[in-house]
């Protein structure tokens, strides 16, 4: 089982940007698919990004194709969520969550430790 610790949530204006960071520690964080949720009062937890353990191509929800992009370093043990030209609908509590060797990177399946989340509220 992974510790996962989220910051870098907060308050910002429309179109503006915000990079949340997620910091891994307990396992060995190469083993580790990583993802990026949401969630709202009014809605379940959604995936919004994902980057498979081995490489490759990240996938991303819909929603958030072109605007945030998804990176991880092995050797900070950290993942990061880049997101840009943010729209109040972006307005979420933000989790970040880790699943060991799964290859089902693009769902809430593939994952199986969580982080407690960060807050991100997009004025308009």
């Known amino acids: 089982q992974v510790r996962l610790r989220e910051s870098g949530g907060g308050l910002v204006q429309a179109g503006g940007s915000l990079r949340l960071s997620c910091v891994a520690s307990?396992?060995?964080?190469?083993?580790?698919?990583m993802g990026w949720f949401r969630q709202t009062p009014e809605k379940e937890r959604e995936f919004v990004a994902g980057?498979?353990?081995?490489?490759?191509?990240?996938n991303y929800a819909d929603s958030v194709k072109g605007r945030f992009t998804i990176s991880r370093d092995n050797i900070e043990n950290t993942v990061y969520l880049q997101m840009n030209s943010l729209k109040p609908e972006d307005t979420a509590v933000y989790y970040c969550?880790?699943?060991?060797?799964?290859?089902?990177?693009?769902?809430?399946?593939?994952?199986?430790?969580w982080g407690q989340g960060t807050q991100v509220t997009v004025s308009s």
């Open positions: 980057l498979k353990w081995s490489g490759g191509s990240p």
């Open positions: 307990g396992g060995t964080f190469s083993t580790y698919s």
């Open positions: 969550a880790a699943g060991y060797y799964s290859s089902r990177y693009y769902s809430r399946e593939g994952f199986h430790d």
